[in-house]
């Protein structure tokens, strides 16, 4: 940190002067950049802010309008404190207009009742200035040294977070976009202490731009995002009060950084598998997000052993039922363990397919059938196949089957994506909301409902966005006041917009359960008469039960 205009008027060589401050005292916290020493009354045009003037007063204005011109144009410019010795043109006060001025600029204006060598000053404060810029260097160096280490190292989000928890001795709480914490490190301080009513205190934090301080709560926040996909917030937590003279936090660039090393990490595959299972994932990646084009997809598929083109694709994707949480490691080798598994039983049904991990917990298969295989028959035998693999890696006839999901036919590569992100939507839901006792072998898209639906994508910021979207409001207006308005719309909602029976559900009489649905209509700006509306607002609290699971 810079030094202050206090921490100067501390020094042995500016004590020997005599200093009095004269005007301006509550901005001595002023960050000085450097000193400058001047007689001229128009020096405000050679200066670029956060410079301590020192000056004799030997050349400025007598009258008024003159001395408040100056000091006015030393403020504007952002000067951090004006330093006049007494002997040559003040000797025991200095002018009233002058002292007045600056105490209406906020700017510290101090009397030297001893005189001083102006260059032993600037030397002393130089000095702290240069100190101060090297250990700004230093300490930036230091950051990015730590945070390039995490992302080439692949530093899991748990390890960035504690890293800036550590440096900047507070508290931070990385969030998603629905305000939920995803990781954090308390720093010491009791996790319940921190973690208490986090929705609610962080929705309550809105500052502006990608990163922010809010004075009101002391937190730093920064958005999380790569590739113009912003899926969450870094959260400094620090006592609540305003910056020193409103400058930038301290911690802005650490915060920065962390933000970015947490992003760049989401975008990198650290999982290890056989170089065919990689290269297959690769093709699989390419098709869901467009990175290949279709004939480059159909080239290499080609090239693998697996034609595409001509062939009827459809996508499968599987899920393992899920048990107790394994550590990094332990899941990164049962999700290569499980594709093996599913390539095994491609390669048992001699059905030709691309096989390989869609993402930490998922595998995906493209089947490409030929014109003499029957689709259902192949899928059967297929999930049969993987059945009895899986229970046999286990050594366990009961072990649980995975989900198999599948999604609709295509007929060229082109459409391929579609029956895969089909599948994947029916793997999550099918994996979430799963009916007991099911007979047959896999699941399709007539098993799932809007809430598996919705589940599927709680993590999606797009769905995140429109929950805030269409619901941000009043849940903004129920944690500040501590009302149940939320409950309210979706008692009326879930009893078919009956006003009636929801008045009796809710337990209220009607005159007051109608209050608080027009409390409701000009919180959102909506008319509750209106079914598309009623329809969004429904979506939108199960998309919020979804995200908040």
Same mark, same amino acid.
């Given at each position: 940190?810079?030094?202050?205009?206090?921490?100067?008027?501390?020094?042995?060589?500016?004590?020997?002067?005599?200093?009095?401050?004269?005007?301006?005292?509550?901005?001595?916290?002023?960050?000085?950049?450097?000193?400058?020493?001047?007689?001229?009354?128009?020096?405000?045009?050679?200066?670029?802010?956060?410079?301590?003037?020192?000056?004799? #007063?030997?050349?400025?204005?007598? +009258?008024?309008?003159?001395?408040?011109?100056?000091?006015?144009?030393?403020?504007?410019?952002?000067?951090?404190?004006?330093?006049?010795?007494?002997?040559?043109?003040?000797?025991?006060?200095?002018?009233?207009?002058?002292?007045?001025?600056?105490?209406?600029?906020?700017?510290?204006?101090?009397?030297?009742?001893?005189?001083?060598?102006?260059?032993?000053?600037?030397?002393?404060?130089?000095?702290?200035?240069? &100190?101060?810029?090297?250990?700004?260097?230093?300490?930036?160096?230091?950051?990015?040294?730590?945070? &390039?280490?995490?992302?080439?190292?692949?530093?899991?989000?748990?390890?960035?977070?504690?890293?800036?928890?550590?440096?900047?001795?507070?508290?931070?709480?990385?969030? &998603?976009?629905?305000?939920?914490?995803?990781?954090?490190?308390?720093?010491?301080?009791?996790? /319940?202490?921190?973690?208490?009513?986090?929705?609610?205190?962080?929705?309550?934090?809105?500052?502006?731009?990608?990163?922010?301080?809010?004075?009101?709560?002391?937190?730093?926040?920064?958005?999380?995002?790569?590739?113009?996909?912003?899926? #969450?917030?870094?959260?400094?937590?620090?006592?609540?009060?305003?910056?020193?003279?409103?400058?930038?936090?301290?911690?802005?660039?650490? %915060? *920065?950084?962390?933000?970015? !090393?947490?992003?760049?990490?989401?975008?990198?595959?650290?999982?290890?598998? /056989?170089?065919?299972?990689?290269?297959?994932?690769?093709?699989?990646? #390419?098709?869901?997000?467009?990175?290949?084009?279709?004939?480059?997809?159909?080239?290499?598929?080609?090239?693998?052993?697996?034609?595409?083109? #001509?062939?009827?694709?459809?996508?499968?994707?599987?899920?393992?039922?899920?048990?107790?949480?394994?550590?990094?490691?332990?899941?990164?080798?049962?999700?290569?363990?499980?594709? *093996?598994?599913?390539? /095994?039983?491609?390669?048992?049904?001699?059905?030709?397919?691309?096989?390989?991990?869609?993402?930490?917990?998922?595998?995906?298969?493209?089947?490409?059938?030929?014109?003499?295989? +029957?689709?259902?028959?192949?899928?059967?035998?297929?999930?049969?196949?993987?059945?009895?693999?899986?229970?046999?890696?286990?050594?366990? !006839?009961? !072990?649980? /089957?995975?989900?198999?999901?599948?999604?609709?036919?295509?007929?060229?590569?082109?459409?391929?994506?579609?029956?895969?992100?089909?599948?994947?939507?029916?793997?999550?839901?099918?994996?979430?909301?799963?009916?007991?006792?099911?007979?047959?072998?896999?699941?399709? %898209?007539?098993?799932?409902?809007?809430?598996?639906?919705?589940?599927?994508?709680?993590?999606?910021?797009?769905?995140?966005?429109?929950?805030?979207?269409?619901?941000?409001?009043? %849940?903004?207006?129920? !944690?500040?006041?501590?009302?149940?308005?939320?409950?309210?719309?979706?008692?009326?909602?879930?009893?078919?917009?009956?006003?009636?029976?929801?008045?009796?559900?809710?337990?209220?009489?009607?005159?007051?359960?109608?209050?608080?649905?027009?409390?409701?209509?000009?919180?959102?700006?909506?008319?509750?008469?209106?079914?598309?509306?009623?329809?969004?607002?429904?979506?939108?609290?199960?998309?919020?039960?979804?995200?908040?699971?």
């Amino acid at each position: 940190m810079l030094p202050t205009v206090a921490r100067i008027l501390d020094l042995e060589v500016m004590r020997r002067g005599l200093p009095q401050v004269v005007a301006g005292a509550a901005h001595l916290e002023r960050p000085v950049r450097w000193v400058h020493v001047s007689e001229l009354p128009d020096v405000a045009g050679v200066l670029q802010g956060g410079e301590l003037v020192l000056s004799t #007063g030997i050349a400025l204005p007598e +009258d008024r309008e003159g001395l408040a011109r100056y000091v006015r144009e030393l403020a504007d410019v952002g000067v951090a404190g004006l330093v006049i010795e007494f002997g040559r043109r003040y000797f025991d006060t200095l002018p009233r207009a002058l002292v007045h001025a600056a105490e209406q600029r906020g700017l510290p204006l101090i009397a030297l009742r001893r005189e001083l060598r102006f260059v032993a000053v600037t030397e002393a404060v130089h000095a702290l200035v240069v &100190n101060a810029q090297l250990e700004q260097l230093r300490t930036s160096e230091a950051i990015h040294q730590v945070f &390039n280490e995490l992302v080439v190292e692949g530093a899991e989000p748990v390890e960035v977070v504690r890293q800036v928890a550590r440096i900047a001795g507070a508290p931070v709480v990385l969030e &998603n976009l629905a305000h939920q914490v995803l990781t954090h490190d308390p720093a010491g301080r009791p996790e /319940s202490e921190l973690l208490e009513d986090w929705e609610r205190r962080s929705r309550g934090v809105r500052p502006s731009g990608r990163t922010g301080h809010d004075p009101r709560s002391g937190w730093l926040v920064t958005t999380v995002g790569a590739r113009g996909q912003d899926w #969450g917030r870094l959260v400094l937590v620090q006592e609540p009060g305003p910056l020193p003279d409103d400058g930038p936090h301290p911690n802005t660039m650490l %915060l *920065e950084r962390g933000a970015s !090393a947490l992003a760049l990490n989401r975008l990198v595959v650290r999982d290890r598998e /056989s170089l065919e299972r990689q290269t297959h994932r690769t093709l699989l990646s #390419g098709i869901l997000t467009h990175a290949l084009t279709v004939s480059e997809v159909a080239l290499r598929a080609q090239a693998l052993g697996v034609p595409l083109e #001509g062939r009827r694709l459809v996508g499968v994707v599987l899920r393992q039922r899920r048990g107790p949480i394994p550590a990094a490691l332990e899941a990164q080798a049962r999700l290569r363990d499980f594709t *093996e598994l599913a390539a /095994s039983a491609v390669r048992a049904c001699r059905l030709s397919a691309l096989v390989g991990a869609l993402d930490d917990e998922g595998v995906g298969v493209l089947i490409a059938l030929g014109p003499q295989q +029957d689709e259902h028959a192949s899928l059967d035998a297929f999930a049969a196949a993987l059945r009895r693999l899986t229970a046999e890696a286990a050594r366990d !006839a009961a !072990a649980p /089957s995975p989900v198999v999901a599948v999604g609709s036919s295509v007929g060229s590569v082109r459409d391929a994506r579609r029956t895969l992100l089909e599948a994947t939507q029916v793997a999550d839901a099918a994996l979430h909301d799963a009916p007991g006792g099911r007979a047959a072998s896999y699941y399709r %898209l007539p098993d799932v409902r809007l809430r598996g639906l919705l589940h599927l994508l709680r993590d999606d910021a797009r769905l995140q966005t429109y929950v805030e979207r269409e619901l941000g409001p009043l %849940l903004a207006h129920d !944690a500040e006041h501590d009302a149940q308005l939320v409950r309210m719309l979706r008692i009326y909602l879930e009893q078919g917009r009956n006003k009636s029976a929801a008045a009796d559900a809710a337990h209220l009489s009607r005159p007051s359960f109608y209050d608080r649905l027009h409390k409701v209509e000009r919180i959102l700006g909506v008319d509750l008469d209106q079914v598309e509306s009623c329809l969004s607002l429904h979506v939108a609290l199960l998309a919020l039960d979804a995200v908040r699971r």
